[in-house]
């Protein structure tokens, strides 16, 4: 499959930006766990991406979605 265009992007609901992104995310997650980061920088990003996915599925974002989101800034930070 091809990149998809701007316009394309634009024409998606914002669930369906976000699927885009979480299917591209799983793609590279294999480099990210071999990348040689700490376990929580890995685990930062495939909890970033776990919910991401759980928001295109319409689960309903709480305090764990809360949660994960700090320790993607804390991951970010460190």
Do not use: W
């Not at 920088?41 to 599925?57: G, M, P, Q, S």
């Amino acid at each position: 499959m091809s990149d998809p265009k701007r316009e394309q992007l634009e024409e998606l609901t914002l669930r369906g930006i976000v699927a885009y992104a979480v299917r591209c995310a799983r793609r590279v997650q294999p480099l990210v766990e071999e990348s040689g980061l700490s376990t929580c920088h890995t685990n930062a990003v495939i909890e970033a991406n776990n919910l991401a996915a759980d928001f295109v599925r319409g689960v309903s974002l709480n305090a764990g979605a809360a949660y994960a989101v700090e320790k993607v800034q804390d991951a970010i930070v460190t």
